[in-house]
């Protein structure tokens, strides 16, 4: 009779609209496991880490890479854009990182040069309606890997098979798009041109390709605690955000799975990462979005320009309900809230603790029949704190008004706030 390893994968999640902090808070927490895994998204993922080896920005190398001895996957849930991935583990190499603990999934799809002209036309072609994607070409993508007519990373290692696959798509994808914007000027480098560009990321890439399933497996039967690592968030998740202004990929602990190849029984945990106010890049909807001197103050005070794109984030107030949902529809056991030492620029603060509905009270996110734009959002004054507490490391440090804080989203999202960063450093964190 077989017996049942026991589950000792953590999943960490964004529960808002992505750029909550995960990268810093998975630098810290990766030291308490043996393998980290990135299950989902691609270099539309922009990760700033700040540790004693230095400021690195990732997009598709896992942000645990900088623990000792881990190995870090990127799974087959994600899309990986070779040549971005070569320049990212070049440079980490350069400052002395170690990246032979690094492997990436064989079953990952690759980001092709037309999957990022294509995002861009589609994305433009949609007008008003536009999503305001980071052009990587990660929709694309994902929609030839659902359309299976995509290319493999494992491809990468046959010559003949490349070449085949890359022709078949060349053909029906570049004719396709010179078909449906005839007037358009983009510009794809020729099929050989690609052929040999991919050849040449695989001198570099080669060596970390395999099948990271089968390796998370094997790790999982031999008891190593594991981090499935989320790239985006719930609320642009495919599924469960504010479709259609979502990222293509699956973003909440559900995806851990899939993007993974770990049985859901080896899941023990689901950690939810929140900032301590809500910020959004892109379009679509944001209830609590500040459009007065406020919101300027948290995007100055917080650096809230994307990692990725460099694009200004839009900002606005906790929203309670929001990550309420984001909390249930990931099994958060517990959360960790990032940037509270930012809200220190606000003189008096404001959590959305429910949203006016046509005069109805509501206490969860609109259903998709429902318009966004009526959600109106009914708000709780709390005083500020008056007080820099960044790189405050201790609870009882804290000023009053900012556990106050705290202690009510805790109330109001009902899971435990187990840690609170309190600056941009792998050291500036309370753990409660
Ligand atoms: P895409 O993922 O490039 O297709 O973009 C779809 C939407 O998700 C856009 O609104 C992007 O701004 C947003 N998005 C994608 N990746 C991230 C991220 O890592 N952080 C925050 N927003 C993101």
């Known amino acids: 009779m077989k017996t049942r390893s026991p589950a000792s994968a953590t999943a960490l999640v964004g529960l808002q609209f992505g ?3 995960k990268g810093k808070l998975v630098d810290w927490f990766a030291e308490q496991f043996g393998l980290i895994i990135r299950y989902n998204g691609g270099a539309n993922a ?3 880490v700040q540790n004693a080896l230095g400021t690195f920005k990732l997009h598709l190398v896992p942000s645990g890479i900088f623990t000792n001895g881990a190995q870090c996957f990127l ?3 994600a899309v990986v854009d070779p040549e971005q991935l070569v320049l990212e583990l070049g440079a980490l190499r ?3 990182i170690d990246t032979r603990g690094f492997f990436l999934s064989s079953k990952a799809h690759l980001v092709m040069p037309w999957h990022k002209v294509e995002d861009v036309l589609f994305d433009k072609a949609r007008g008003k309606d536009a999503i305001g994607t980071t052009g990587r070409g990660i929709g694309p993508c994902y929609v030839d890997k659902v359309n ?13 098979m490349l070449r085949e696959r890359v022709h078949v798509a060349y053909t029906t994808k570049v004719h396709a798009l010179r078909r449906q914007f005839p007037t358009v000027d983009f510009t794809i480098p020729k099929e050989d041109a690609i052929i040999a560009q991919l050849q040449k990321s695989t001198e570099t890439l080669g060596e970390y390709i395999a099948n990271t399933d089968v390796l998370a497996r094997i790790a999982w039967k031999n008891g190593t605690r594991i981090l499935l690592e989320a790239a985006q968030a719930t609320m642009i998740d495919l599924e ?3 479709y259609p202004y979502v990222t293509s990929s699956l973003a909440t602990s559900a995806g851990a799975c899939s993007g993974s190849g770990l049985p859901p029984t080896a899941i023990e945990s689901v950690v939810g990462v929140a900032k301590a106010y809500t910020t959004r890049v892109g379009n679509g909807p944001f209830p609590t979005e500040l459009f007065d001197e406020s919101g300027e103050t948290l995007r100055a005070a917080g650096q809230e320009f ?3 794109t460099g694009r200004p984030r839009r900002c606005g107030w906790f929203d309670a309900p929001l990550v309420r949902y984001a909390c249930n529809v990931n099994g958060a056991d517990k959360v960790f809230l990032t940037k509270l030492d930012v809200l220190s620029a606000l003189p008096s603060l404001r959590i959305c603790v429910a949203y006016d509905f046509r005069g109805e009270i509501r206490i969860a996110p609109p259903g998709p029949q429902e318009p966004y734009e009526e959600f109106t959002p009914v708000y709780e004054d709390l005083p500020g704190w008056h007080t820099p507490i960044a790189g405050v490391t201790s609870w009882d440090a804290l000023p009053d008004a900012a556990k106050r804080y705290v202690d009510r989203i805790e109330e109001m999202i ?10 941009p450093a792998r050291e500036h964190i309370i753990v409660r």
């Open 75 to 77: 799974g087959n849930g």
């Open 306 to 308: 994307g990692t990725t």
């Open 148 to 160: 299976r007519c995509g290319i493999r990373v494992g491809t990468l290692l046959d010559q003949r």
């Open 414 to 423: 009902g899971v435990p706030v187990a840690t609170v960063a309190t600056g």
């Open 240 to 242: 469960f955000g504010t």
């Open 94 to 96: 350069e400052a002395g």
């Open 46 to 48: 922009g990760h700033t």
């Open 19 to 21: 750029d909550e902090g």
